[in-house]
């Protein structure tokens, strides 16, 4: 067991370094500004984009071999998603991932053409994680969707999109196509991270049949939740890269602030005493004279 997780140690680190080397030539952070105004206006990094899913294969990552995919874990999706947020990528990985694992966890084979397009030709896909007021009624045998939803992620940059609504009292997913929606992109705190409100008004749609659709959302949340806390940490782990490597070079009084006792103390854990009492208690640094 120790032997295997060496072995797949070494392999995320690999393929850490390849979407890192990858990103570095492609996407550099020198032009991260740039590239988060353009997110902004709804324009994500074609070129990016493109080679990871041709030269990495980064959207068939976890897809099971036998839906074409590599078969991988949830730990190498969570390798990129670090190199990513370190390199502030705009790319819609993170809807399509998700909607690809509801597409497959759900054993329905009458969707593989979503899956295969998605990994063939590099679409984006997106996916609703939340039960929403979208109801689903069957009319001729067609299902048509009706209701909005607000702050789905990735899904002005998707081609197709995988829902959960109500049809009567149960709970179903379904597929389909954005066209067949109105999407109307959201201001974002965070400008790379893409969040739109999707209406629908019956909007055709293909039901995914799946032994439990409460199950499966639960679950497809739980992996959202760790990408974005993955992707999150590379965000983090690169500020305070270059929060050193600021302190290192910036100079003031002659010498790199870097070395000032309070620039080197700075994040370290600090030792609360408890409250001083009676008239020898020292004056709090926060308190003005005479207080």
Request: charged share 25%; with cysteine.
């Amino acid at each position: 067991m120790i032997l295997t997780d060496a072995e797949q140690a070494e392999t995320r680190g690999e393929l850490a370094q390849v979407v890192d080397a990858m990103l570095d030539r492609v996407s550099p952070r020198a032009d991260a500004v740039l590239r988060a105004d353009r997110a902004a206006e709804g324009i994500i990094d074609e070129a990016l984009w493109t080679r990871l899913n041709a030269e990495v294969g980064v959207a068939g990552l976890a897809v099971p071999e036998a839906w074409g995919g590599s078969g991988a874990s949830i730990a190498e999706l969570a390798v990129v998603s670090e190199a990513l947020g370190r390199q502030v990528a705009t790319v819609p990985l993170l809807g399509t991932w998700l909607a690809l694992e509801v597409l497959v966890r759900s054993g329905d084979r009458n969707h593989a053409d979503t899956v295969s397009e998605a990994l063939g030709k590099g679409l984006a896909l997106a996916v609703v994680l939340e039960e929403s007021s979208v109801r689903a009624t069957q009319v001729d045998g067609q299902w048509l969707l009706d209701g909005e939803v607000d702050r789905v992620v990735d899904v002005a940059a998707a081609t197709t999109l995988v829902i959960p609504a109500r049809a009567g009292d149960e709970l179903r997913w379904f597929v389909v196509p954005t066209d067949n929606v109105a999407v109307v992109r959201r201001e974002a705190l965070d400008l790379t991270r893409s969040l739109s409100l999707v209406t629908c008004s019956a909007a055709p749609a293909r039901a995914v049949v799946t032994t439990s659709a409460a199950d499966l959302l639960e679950n497809v949340r739980d992996l959202a939740a760790v990408l974005t806390a993955a992707e999150q940490l590379g965000v983090a782990e690169q500020a305070v890269a270059d929060a050193v490597a600021f302190a290192k070079e910036r100079e003031q009084f002659g010498r790199a602030i870097g070395s000032f006792q309070a620039i080197k103390h700075h994040g370290r854990p600090r030792r609360h005493a408890p409250p001083a009492t009676g008239p020898d208690r020292r004056r709090s640094p926060c308190r003005r004279p005479g207080a």
